[in-house]
Nanobody, 124 residues
Framework: QVQLVESGGGLVQAGGSLRLSCAASGPTFRANTMGWFRQAAGKEREFATGISRSGVTTSYADSVKGRFTISRDNAENTVYLQMDSLKPEDTGVYYC?????????????????WGQGTQVTVTS
């Protein structure tokens, strides 16, 4: 069982930056592929980015590519999401997710564990 707790969300102006963290409990963190998803009000949850168990392989949605950076620290059982050049359309609840598999996946059903989410609001 993996428990995930996100932090770092908040209110920021367009063009600003935020750094989200996801702390994982349990001894198997490094065995999990990790992902960040987001959900805007009234919309479906969508993939933002994912990272392999070693951190070598990453994947980004086109909408965040070049602006967001995912990383992980397996010694600290934490995955990070650095978000730069934020836009109002980045507003939503951001969720951390873990997947008991080798490959990075891009759809919610492929993930096994989820955090409670953290709100990110970008004002224009």
């Amino acid at each position: 069982q993996v428990q995930l707790v996100e932090s770092g969300g908040g209110l920021v102006q367009a063009g600003g930056s935020l750094r989200l963290s996801c702390a994982a409990s349990g001894p198997t963190f490094r065995a999990n592929t990790m992902g960040w998803f987001r959900q805007a009000a009234g919309k479906e949850r969508e993939f933002a980015t994912g990272i392999s168990r070693s951190g070598v392989t990453t994947s980004y949605a086109d909408s965040v590519k070049g602006r967001f950076t995912i990383s992980r620290d397996n010694a600290e059982n934490t995955v990070y999401l650095q978000m730069d050049s934020l836009k109002p359309e980045d507003t939503g609840v951001y969720y951390c997710a873990a997947r008991r598999a080798i490959t990075v996946a891009r759809t919610p059903p492929e993930y096994d564990y989820w955090g409670q989410g953290t709100q990110v609001t970008v004002t224009s």
